[in-house]
Nanobody, 128 residues
């Protein structure tokens, strides 16, 4: 079992930056894959970025070049640095973990709800 707790969301203006974090507790091999997903009101959940325990990192096209995902395995913490934020980035951001490997492959094959463990979410709001 893995418990995920997000922090660091908030409100910024267009072009601003935020960093959100996710601390995982529980059986470490249950979070071989970790990632951030987001869901805006009235829209389906979508993947933002994923990372395997030992890399690599994959990003959605909409955030490439603006967002950076990293993980500190010693601290069981996942980070998402978000720069050049746009109003369309406004959403609830969810941290997720899964014991399998091939993180983005899992999402692409099975969908954005496939990861086994989920946090409660952290709201990010970008105003124009």
């Amino acid at each position: 079992q893995v418990h995920l707790v997000e922090s660091g969301g908030g409100s910024v203006q267009t072009g601003g930056s935020l960093r959100i974090s996710c601390v995982a507790s529980g059986y470490s091999h249950s979070n071989n894959c970790m990632g951030w997903f987001r869901q805006a009101p009235g829209r389906e959940r979508e993947v933002v970025a994923t990372i395997n325990r030992d890399g690599p990192t994959d990003y959605a096209d909409s955030v490439k070049g603006r967002f950076t995902l990293s993980r500190d395995n010693a601290k069981n913490t996942l980070y998402l640095q978000m720069n050049s934020l746009k109003p369309e980035d406004t959403a609830m951001y969810y941290c997720a973990a899964d014991p399998r490997s091939g993180c983005m492959t899992i999402v692409q094959a099975l969908g954005a709800y496939e990861f086994k463990y989920w946090g409660q979410g952290s709201q990010v709001t970008v105003s124009s």
